[in-house]
């Protein structure tokens, strides 16, 4: 049967940059998922702790850090993993804007709000700098696209309140740019918009419509251009270099609800980083059973037609998301299970999941259901203290202690998990682990 | 019965219409769809599968009267689908799209009179007979641009689309005429036993149109020791299914049934050298046709690509590993339909074990023909745009022969890109020759 040094299971943030890391070591690497995960959905920027009254992410990771959070073993990790991510990124023609030490600030969203970042792709970095009092906002998107309203974002964004005491714009406009052969769409989406800016010719004259339009709405006044997150996804680095050019004013893309454009550029480099160090990334397989002997994981079991298959490995990383991602399932009698090996799960009694006020700031405590592991991300027994698998490490949402909404960490948590649990497969030693003693459990489990 | 178990028969009970229920209207489908990719004549994936569905939900339960407003379904377009299952693949939520799609095409065709296109098209047995018969005549019509404009005026077919020479002898023929031929006159009661012996399923493209993949699967079965037992058989049904044409499907499904399921409970395994058939025969009797009585199944469960069966044989250790050196670039491609068999890419680990041989992935997702999609008239310029860019890797990479495993697929590669597109047990039969080649050994035959 196929055999891989690492098996990862899920194709999240925090499964990719394992892969990628252990494909990079050297080690033979199987990515299985049963479909498209988290850089589909998200914002495709690093949210990597932004807790209320953090100033930057590095503060809010050691505000994170000093509870009871994955940062608390973590914590040190996060500034290696991060800086390792951007490098490989940029080498791959995606460039990210910020550190851990950058400001975090308020940056508009696709339905006028503000959301609170510090590490963005290049594409969105324009959003992060200071507002000049004289600063004009124009907002412009293409006639007929449903997922994009300038008119209605530059309404919000004109009030205050929206921005909530920081700088901001001192005038915003919205305008509508009318692409051809765009008005007549009944079904537009993202990814259409994205492969028309792939399109050099297409993209030379959508670009040439978007920079007449700002010229006029800007007026000769100074200021940023936002524009929805569609500028090309195989060739977003040749169309966003021609819209800097054409445009009047400095643009950066706003990301949109799903398909993430942003997030799906990010899939594709990460992915060929796996693929080009000799890894393999397979989609659409969903794990049927986990083959497990003497206290460790020996093969996993994938879903195909008409039979399984087994993949044989030395150790597994659970990349399986949390109660969203589909790597914890509430049970119909108010349980919170892992499905794949009925890890122990780290979850409130059932009365004691939610608080009564749905928006409550403290949020609720099934928030932060997740597998308690050690410091080398190995699962913890019932008792907190044994390790339950010697041979499987535990990444990203399914941690548990995060409560990722609320705090903004779980593209932190991700990368800081998937480099560790990479770092700790990387030698063949560390793929054979019997009789290693559990490293720095948390006491307060 | 472990978490796992209760969470997968939970699924299992769920129809492939039910599925729908677990859209979550994310878009991952609609940024996957090849079709989608190229033409707004499809409304994608999403709007088509699970979001059209209670549209038909609420047509099936007949709402009417004065004041109800019977919502037209989007149902017209549906028939641009091509089938190639991505949108399945990488759904997130396990939502069977594009089985969905298929069933509803083949409810819009039930009680109708189907084209005579879409009917042609679909009795490849019928028409490979005919062919066969008049293969001089067949030929040269099939061939003739004059003929083939006819075609397209009166029956929809495309001028351009590829198809391939109809044999001078169906591989049936040639197999009970060399039977024939052996001493026992082939009428000997004693087979060999399951472990000594496969039986081959041929399908209408080894039959018809492409003899010399058959023999060459059975030349590469004999060198590894596996006689080959030819049993009568009818097409698979798929061209029938993807047309829509399910009653006829269902009767093709259990005249294979009957002959095949005797050998799979006497322990053979079923081996096609057709991925797609491979694939209808392990899936698509029970998912797409409802299928679930005792013959379905047991074929279903012994059935096997030939790749797939060669590796596995590799992994037991029994495959003849002494490849000659074939020392040369080898673009490959893998058919969507062998995606959906989830066996990841046998063909490239097999490929791997010859020496020189450096095939390569050509990473794309269809090649647009999709069966007998790309054929017709107003689906063609479609199946030739979503094709396009790996016509393009193919071209460029200036290889003399390209690789697939699925018959469609290598003659609209062939045609498109004018290299030659064989089926991977060629490469390895003529690997296998090297190897006598170089050293002398004794051919299997």
Sequence with gaps: MPHADVVVIGAGLSGLVAAARLAETGATVTLVAKGHASTHWGAGGLDVAAPVGAGTPAEGVARLAAEDHPYSFLGPDVAPSVAWLLERLEASGLPYAGTLDTPIRRVPTAIGGTRRVAIVPAAQAAALRPWDRDELLVVAGPAGFKDFWPAAIADSLGRESVWQGADRPSHVTGVSVELAGIADRNNLNAMHLARRFDDPAQRADDIGRFAAAVRKAAGGRPGRVAVPAVFGLGEHAEAWEELRARLPLEPFEIPLVPPSIPGMRLWHVLRERIRAAGGRVQIGEAVHRIHVEGGRVIAVEMEAAARTHLIRTEALIMATGGLAGGGLVATGDGHIVEPLLNLHVDAPEHDAWLVADALDPSGHPIEAAGIATDAGLRPLAHDGRTVALANVLVAGALLAGQRSLRERCGDGIAVASGWRAANELATDAARTPIGREPLAVRTDQ | ?445
């Design chain 2, 1 to 445: 019965m472990t978490i796992a178990d209760i969470v997968r028969e939970a699924a299992e009970e769920r129809p492939v219409s039910a599925s729908s229920d677990e859209c979550l209207k994310c878009n991952v489908c609609n940024t996957v769809c090849p079709v989608l990719r190229v033409t707004d004549l499809f409304a994608g994936p999403k709007y088509e599968g699970p979001q059209a569905q209670r549209y038909r939900m609420a047509g099936l339960q007949q709402i009417q009267g004065p004041d109800s407003v019977n919502p037209k379904s989007p149902d017209h377009s549906v028939d641009y689908c091509s089938g190639c299952g991505w949108c399945t693949t990488v759904c997130p939520a396990g939502v069977k799209i594009a089985e969905m799609n298929s069933q509803a095409r083949g409810r819009l065709r039930e009680g109708r009179r189907p084209k005579l296109r879409d009917w042609g098209l679909a009795q490849t047995d019928l028409v490979g007979t005919m062919g066969v018969l008049f293969s001089p005549f067949a030929n040269f019509a099939f061939h003739n641009r004059v003929v083939r404009a006819a075609f397209e005026l009166a029956l929809g077919v495309h001028r351009k689309a590829p198809f391939p020479q109809f044999s001078k002898r169906t591989f049936q023929s040639t197999w009970k005429r060399r039977q024939a031929r052996r001493p026992d006159g082939g009428t000997t009661k004693t087979r060999p036993g399951p472990d000594k012996a496969v039986v081959y399923f041929h399908g209408c493209s080894a039959n018809y149109y492409e003899p010399h993949v058959a023999e060459a699967a059975i030349w590469v079965l004999k060198r590894n020791g596996f006689e080959t037992i030819v049993p009568e058989q009818v097409c698979c049904g798929l061209p029938l299914i993807s047309n829509g044409l399910y009653d006829d499907a269902r009767e093709r499904a259990c005249k294979n049934g009957s002959v095949f399921a005797e050998y799979a409970r006497a322990g053979y395994r079923i081996v096609g050298t057709s991925t797609s058939c491979t694939h209808t025969l392990k899936a698509e009797y029970e998912e797409m046709l409802d299928m679930r009585d005792a013959d379905t199944t047991a074929v279903s469960h012994a059935t096997w690509d030939i790749c797939e069966f060669l590796l596995d044989l590799h992994e037991e250790g029994r495959l003849d590993t002494n490849f000659g050196r074939l020392d040369e670039d080898l673009p490959y491609h893998a058919p969507c339909q062998l995606r959906s068999h989830g066996i990841g890419l046998p063909a490239l680990d097999l490929f791997a074990l010859v020496p020189g041989l450096r095939a390569k992935d050509m990473d794309h997702d269809c090649c647009g023909i999709a069966g007998t999609y790309g054929m017709k008239k107003e689906k063609y310029p479609i199946a030739m745009k979503v094709g396009a860019p790996l016509f393009e890797k193919v071209k460029a990479s200036g290889a003399t022969v390209a690789a697939c495993d699925s018959e469609t697929c290598r003659w609209q590669i062939e045609t498109a890109t004018g290299v030659r597109t064989r089926h991977p047990i060629e490469i390895l039969a003529e690997a296998y020759r090297a190897a006598d080649k170089a050293g002398g050994g004794t051919a299997a035959d």
